[in-house]
Structure formats: structure tokens, C-alpha cells
């Protein structure tokens, strides 16, 4: 990490980590704020809850489209227009007339906070290699991991106060940091490092990823982790409340303190000399964790049976989330914008995937159905990567193209 000064390379992890935790905040900070949201547009919860739906597919389209782009012409360039996209989405949205309009909007917001996400794995991967990559995407990982459950628990805490206009105005203004900061952010790929054929034909290259084996094996290693994250996401506060009788202010509590959870095992993951030995143990972590939940349903019906294996469940995440994008960007390292954008969709392809399936009959067994088979998934996907003779080797740390 010695190409930049400590002070830069400080800016650029705390850069980093705004923009891989902005995604997750666009699509989860204002879910409090749904029932009422219901009254003032004077519709059903359905349809307001369709613009979880449209930004999410935003998030996943957005990646796809600005991740190849930023090939060609630049990470900087591409970051700054989805940011503006963003704002001028995001101001629109709070004056929405109809639900209709602000589902939209929505979908815009999803597009432009998109670019946040592709991008923060773009840039490090552009500066980082090797170890130097996983110690810089652990930071990442643990944000980006932390980001979808402790959004709406901060959500919850302002929504009385400022109401869902007040949580946009807040987006609004977390994007707008961002903006300026993209003032201090060093271009990391040069000229002589951008794709030089058409906008066309980069379409032509993502065939080419495709055919990298472990690559494949390293993204849905990670979507099937995410469809354990978002199946845990999505069913926690029926769970909680509903089936323990917990009041909201005690599940907010409970998400923040197992939120800590991922970004104690994306540290952890570090303690690992070789990646694909952290994903080999994370999946394993999760399938135990998901074992045990089982168990503590039919025989140990208490809360703490449950909160404890749950909690275990997170770290291990914590460690596939660093361990599987580390070994996915360096194997997609020669088309590092399309590796990204692939990477970051599936994620919130699954999640998008389970997320309504967890609300069909009984939700202690769907959820725990859907972890079973989301976990048991990855663990195969881990295990597939571990056989690999050895890790996918990028240029060293000084060959990242990135300014000094």
C-alpha cells in the first residue's frame, strides 16, 4: 500500500466504504417510514413497497451498465455522472406527485447509487493486488456488509422526527458529500489502461468473463451468501417481533448488535493466509449456523438460541463477502469493470430472488428453507474454490495504474 501517502490512502478507504455502503442505504434507510408512506400517497403497502423492488432492480441494472463503461472512459468520470443522476433522482422523488412517479424515481436513485457500488471494487482492485487487495476490500466488505442492516435501524431512530422527505433530504445530502469528494479522488485508470474499442463492443467481453471458471465459481459463491444475508434481512424483524414479541426499539437493538457481526468476520478473514481457505471456513460457518437454528427451532425454542446462531451466521458472511470478492476480482482483473458489475448484480439478484419468499406460509420454516439451501449452495461454491492448486496471482501492487 506504499504507492500513496498515508493521508490519501486514508481518504480513499474512507471514500471507498461511502460509496460500497451508499446502494444498500438508497434501498433500506427509508423502510420505517412504509406505513406512513402508505397514508400520504393514499395507497396500498404493496405498492410502496414496489419501490424497494424498482430501486433494487436499479442497483442490479445500473452495475451492469456503468461497471463496463468505467473500462473506457475512466472510474471518475462515470462516478460523477452517477452521483448527479442520483441527486437530481433523488430531489424528484421528494416532490413525487404520485407513487407511480416516486416508484420511478426510485429506479433512478437505484441506477445512479449503483455506481458507488461497482465502482468501489473497480478502484481498489485498479490499486491493489494479492494481500494488499484483501486487506482493502475486508474494509469494503465489512461496510458494505454492515450497510443493509444498520440502515434501516438508523432509518427507524430519525424517521418520528424528519419523515421519509427528511430521510431523503438526508440521501440527498450523503450523495452530495460524495460529489464533492469525487473532487479529491485520483483517477485510478489511465489512459493507457481503458478499453479502446467501441461501447458496442464492450458487450462483446462479458462472454469472455464468463468463461473464466473460478470467476464464475467466486460470484455465485458470493450470491448465495448474499441470499443468506438478505433471506436473514427480510424475515429478521417478523421473527423477532412477531414470533419472540420483541417491541421495535428491541429489534432495532438486535439488528445493530448483529450487524457487528459481519464486520468481525471480514477482520477475521485477514488471519488467513490463502482466501479461498477463509470461504472454505466461512460457508462451513454458515451451514453449521443454519444446522443449528434447526435444531434450537424443534427442540430450543428461545430467543437466544436462535440470536446466538444467528450472530454466527453473520460472522461467517463476514468472511465470504471479504474472501470471494478479493479471489473474484483479481481472476476478472483484465476487465475489471464488467468483473465488478457482474459480481455486484448477482448479489442483489439473489437478494431481490428471496426476499418475497420468505413471507410464503410459515416464515421460521421458509426462512429456514431458504437458508438451507442458500447455504448449503455456497458451501459447494467454497469448496469448488478451495480445490483450485493455487490462487488467481494479479500484478503486484506497484503495476495498479494508480497516481502516486
Not at 14 to 34: E, H, I, K, Q, W
Amino acid at each position: 500500500m506504499g504507492q500513496f501517502s498515508k493521508k490519501y490512502y486514508f481518504f480513499l478507504i474512507l471514500f471507498l466504504g461511502m460509496l460500497s455502503a451508499f446502494g444498500p442505504f438508497v434501498t433500506d434507510m427509508y423502510l420505517p417510514t412504509l406505513p406512513s408512506m402508505a397514508e400520504i400517497f393514499h395507497t396500498t403497502a404493496s405498492q410502496v413497497q414496489m419501490g424497494l423492488a424498482t430501486s433494487m432492480l436499479g442497483l442490479a441494472v445500473g452495475q451492469i451498465f456503468f461497471g463496463p463503461l468505467s473500462d473506457k472512459f475512466g472510474r471518475k468520470v462515470i462516478l460523477v455522472t452517477a452521483m448527479i443522476l442520483f441527486a437530481i433522482s433523488t430531489i424528484a422523488a421528494i416532490y413525487s406527485p404520485s407513487i407511480e412517479f416516486f416508484n420511478t424515481c426510485r429506479f433512478l436513485q437505484g441506477l445512479g447509487g449503483s455506481g458507488g457500488i461497482v465502482l468501489s471494487r473497480s478502484v481498489a482492485t485498479d490499486c491493489y493486488s494479492g494481500r494488499d487487495l484483501a486487506k482493502t476490500l475486508a474494509i469494503i466488505g465489512a461496510i458494505n456488509g454492515i450497510a443493509p442492516v444498520t440502515a434501516p435501524v438508523i432509518g427507524g431512530l430519525v424517521s418520528n422526527a424528519v419523515g421519509w422527505r427528511g430521510i431523503f433530504w438526508i440521501l440527498f445530502g450523503i450523495g452530495a458529500v460524495i460529489l464533492l469528494m469525487c473532487l479529491i479522488f485520483r483517477e485510478s485508470h489511465p489512459l493507457e489502461r481503458r478499453y479502446t474499442g467501441s461501447v458496442a463492443s464492450l458487450l462483446n467481453r462479458f462472454p469472455d468473463l464468463f468463461r473464466l471458471r473460478y470467476y464464475v465459481v467466486y460470484t455465485l459463491l458470493y450470491a448465495f451468501t448474499c441470499g443468506v444475508l438478505f433471506s436473514y434481512i427480510s424475515s429478521a424483524s417478523f421473527i423477532v417481533q412477531n414470533h419472540f414479541g420483541f417491541s421495535e426499539l428491541q429489534f432495532a437493538i438486535v439488528f445493530g448488535v448483529n450487524a457487528l457481526g459481519i464486520g468481525i468476520g471480514s477482520g477475521l478473514s485477514l488471519r488467513f493466509r490463502k482466501m479461498k481457505n477463509a470461504a472454505l471456513f466461512g460457508a462451513s460457518g454458515i451451514v453449521t449456523s443454519t444446522f443449528m437454528q434447526l435444531i434450537c427451532y424443534l427442540f430450543i425454542p428461545g430467543f437466544w438460541a436462535y440470536e446466538a446462531f444467528t450472530f454466527l451466521m453473520l460472522v461467517s458472511i463476514g468472511f465470504i463477502l471479504t474472501s470471494a470478492t478479493t479471489m473474484a476480482m483479481d481472476e476478472g482483473r483484465r476487465m475489471v469493470g464488467i468483473a465488478s458489475a457482474i459480481f455486484g448484480a448477482s448479489g442483489f439478484l439473489f437478494g431481490g430472488i428471496v426476499s418475497p419468499l420468505v413471507g410464503i406460509g410459515n416464515i421460521m420454516t421458509s426462512t429456514l428453507l431458504l437458508l438451507g439451501i442458500c447455504s448449503l449452495s455456497a458451501l459447494l461454491f467454497a469448496w469448488l474454490s478451495f480445490r483450485r492448486p493455487s490462487e488467481a496471482q494479479g500484478p503486484k501492487p506497484s503495476e495498479g495504474g494508480s497516481p502516486n
